[in-house]
């Protein structure tokens, strides 16, 4: 999925927030957090909604000055950008804690966007079938997908595809040198780390993914006790082993396998497709495209999922190619618009705070 197909996702959730809450006279407050692009995609389609507005996390360090300033430059004043001085984890962390404060949701009417909003997820399992469709010539065909994953959302919408009837054969999840999602499919033991490493591939930059927790919940026979016995050791900064609940072999009947990258990796990769094709792709996409090559089946179509315009990392693209991506004409000078933000610690009272103070309580 490229950056236009997941504003398109996007479009579609802001359309039928506007709808719904044109027909119930109501209002929503959107929290959310980001690790780069799926921020800017939310915010560009929900600008200017009727009775929507967005609080959205990012990281102050760890983004790229293009994915700072898609988000932090619009203008609208729905579109509130709160930098967290941290990493994505502790961002999501508080998203879920403001979400699971029963009292301030109800209060200030809080809505999710993101991969955590079930309606995006679904949606984007859409481009699982029109890629299938696009590579295939028959019904009876199988094609595997490779999907750079930090929070799994993605990885999940292919799964839902799956589990919808597309023929799939495997799920390849990639990731940076923050690996858990790796190292589960590997060893099947769950341990998000304390630390997340900045990496060339930032919008993966992620150890907790919060879409995982969605797949372990089919893994386990769609047993709500289970699983929150299971994560409650995830939640308390724990691992969970899923060889012992009898979950890891699920992993690959389902047809799931894992890949791991690093910046050397990447680079070679950038600079291998553009010497063998003239395709340009980003650093994201060479992590998919790294994790994907050793599981690639002869007769079985391999789609590598695009996720980001290689203008967003420039200093990656410079340095595999040694010349700047070229960027769409309305994002030429983008940095050099003015910036509207704000930026807090990472305590999630403090956020609570500052939305209360910009909306009307019910």
Known sequence: MNKSELIEVMQLLGNLFEYALDKTGRDINILGATSGDTGSAAEYALRGKRHVQVFMLSPVVGMTRFQQAQMYSLPDANIHNIAIRAAFDPCQDIVKAASNDLAFKVKYRLGAVNSINWTRVVAQSVYYFKAYFAVTQGNDQKVSFAVPSGNFGNAYAGHLARQMGLPIHQIIAATNENDVLDECFHSGIYRP??????????????????????????????????????????????????????????????????????????????????????????????????????????????????????????????????????????????????????????????????????????
């Open 193 to 362: 780390r304390k630390e997340t490493h900045h990496t060339s591939s930032p919008s993966m930059d992620i150890s907790k993914a919060s879409n995982f927790e969605r797949f372990a919940y089919d893994l386990c026979g769609c047993d709500p006790a289970k699983l929150a016995r299971l994560w409650q050791a995830v939640d308390t900064g724990g691992a969970v082993d899923l060889k012992v609940e009898g979950m890891f072999d699920r992993m690959a009947e389902l047809g799931f396998a894992s890949g791991r990258s690093d910046h050397a990796a990447r680079i070679a990769t950038i600079r291998r497709v553009w010497k063998s094709s003239a395709v340009m792709i980003d650093p994201h996409t060479a992590d998919g495209l790294n994790a994907a090559l050793p599981y690639k089946v002869p007769g079985v179509p391999l789609v590598c999922l695009e996720t980001a315009l290689p203008a967003k990392f420039e200093d990656a693209i410079v340095e595999a190619l040694g010349c700047q991506p070229e960027r769409p004409a309305q994002l030429a000078h983008l940095e050099d618009l003015p910036q509207r933000l704000a930026t807090l610690d990472a305590d999630a009272e403090a956020v609570k705070a500052f939305i209360a103070a910009r909306v009307i309580a019910a």
